[in-house]
């Protein structure tokens, strides 16, 4: 859930990997890693993607 949800609102946005990656101070290869589900974000790379995409945690972590 999280996976799909973090590459479709970087995908709205017509954001590259490289991009957030720079947003957010972590490299290309951890949201690479985010985006297939091999790994998850800690929690203050969370509320940072919460606010750069302006979604609520409760949407990110369970979808509603």
């Known amino acids: 859930m999280l996976a ?5 609102k970087r995908n709205e946005l017509g954001l590259t ?10 490299t290309r290869q951890t949201v690479s890693s985010w985006e297939v589900g091999k790994s998850i974000p800690d929690i203050s790379s ?9 979604i609520s945690l409760d949407y ?3 979808g509603d």
């Open 4 to 8: 799909q949800i973090l590459k479709e």
């Open 17 to 26: 990997q490289q991009q957030i990656a720079e947003q957010l101070n972590v």
């Open 46 to 54: 969370l509320i940072d993607i919460s606010k750069l995409f302006n």
């Open 60 to 62: 990110m972590l369970k």
